[in-house]
Structure formats: C-alpha cells, structure tokens
C-alpha cells in the first residue's frame, strides 16, 4: 500500500516502514551482536510489539503510522536475528562437542 511506504523526493520506497525497520533491525543486530547482545528471552520480547501493532491493525479498526511501524519492525528484525545468531551459535558449539566426542 502506497500509505504504508515511506517516501523520499516524490519517491516510495520499494518496501513497506515494517519491513523497512525489520531489515534495519537486522542489519544492527549483525553488526552490533559481537559488542552488544541481549538474551534470547529479551529478544522474544523485543518481537511482542510488532506481532500486537499488526495484530491489533487487522482484528480492529485501528490503524498504525509507519513512525510506528518502523519502530516496532526495527525491533522484531533485532529480535529476530539475535534469536538466530543464538541459535547458530548453540547448533555450532553442541555439534562441536558431539564431533570431539565420537572422534
């Protein structure tokens, strides 16, 4: 929807400002896990807003700005990608401890 899009010089941008946030989120979740990290309990709760705003937007008549948008995708695409570094992170340690133990 070309309401739900942020727009630059005339411009729309070719995602929505959820997806937009979310890739940012991401983007700064990579590039910051390594100095700065939160738990994998903290990131499912960084994912809540988001999942309540779209929620709430399609069961009622209440409807979201892209400021907000932004804001609540930036978070979950944070979450997100921590929980999945996490779990790399895990996978990798546990297989190599299974891999030094059958070796």
């Not at 937009?20 to 991401?26: N, S, V």
């Not at 209440?62 to 948008?69: H, L, V």
């Not at 929980?83 to 992170?89: D, K, Q, R, T, V």
């Amino acid at each position: 929807m070309e309401s739900r899009s942020f727009h630059y010089k005339g411009k729309k941008f070719p995602i929505c400002a959820r997806c937009f946030g979310e890739l940012m989120g991401i983007v700064f979740g990579i590039l910051t896990f390594a100095f700065f990290s939160v738990s994998g309990w903290v990131a499912l709760i960084l994912m809540l807003p988001m999942l309540f705003d779209g929620f709430l937007q399609s069961l009622t008549k209440y409807e979201s700005n892209n400021i907000k948008r932004c804001i609540t995708g930036f978070l979950f695409g944070y979450g997100i990608i921590t929980l999945f570094i996490i779990s790399s992170l895990w996978a990798m340690s546990k297989g190599y401890t299974l891999g030094n133990n059958i070796g």
